[in-house]
């Protein structure tokens, strides 16, 4: 034996490789998804009962279901940065939210509305208005 890998070897290792990584990114996603769900939720519920975003994109609004952006921290405590797509008949645009968790309950500290090439965004929840502190 000259201690060379067989090729048989370096496909059943790629494999193994491939399929660890696509099983955690599986498990971070998952549990991102869970983290962020409750202040995505407030963010839509939010976005949906403003005559702001419903005049820039008509009616009705649908919000994708996946957001995009971080979580700090876990769902006692942590801050959760993420943007959300929303499309309605006269266009597209972002949700861009600013959420704090304390002791499990979620605080909105900043929503943002910005529609697809506008040049300006609509403050939906004003983070000076809140008592959020940033990290």
Do not use: Y
């Not at 067989?6 to 983290?35: H, M, N, P, Q």
């Amino acid at each position: 034996m000259s201690g060379k890998v067989s090729r048989r070897g370096r496909s059943e290792l790629i494999i193994v490789l491939v399929t660890l990584a696509l099983t955690l990114g599986g498990f971070w996603f998952v549990r991102f998804e869970s983290l962020v769900d409750k202040p995505a939720a407030m963010a839509v519920a939010l976005a949906e009962t403003s005559p702001l975003v419903r005049s820039a994109l008509g009616e009705p609004l649908q919000f994708s279901r996946f957001p995009n952006g971080r979580m700090v921290g876990n769902d006692t405590g942590g801050t959760a940065d993420i943007e959300i797509e929303v499309t309605g008949p006269l266009g597209k645009g972002i949700l861009a939210e600013w959420a704090q968790v304390s002791d499990g309950k979620w605080q909105v500290c900043s929503l943002v509305f910005r529609r697809k090439g506008a040049t300006q965004h609509l403050v939906l929840v004003d983070e000076e208005l809140t008592h959020c502190e940033r990290e």
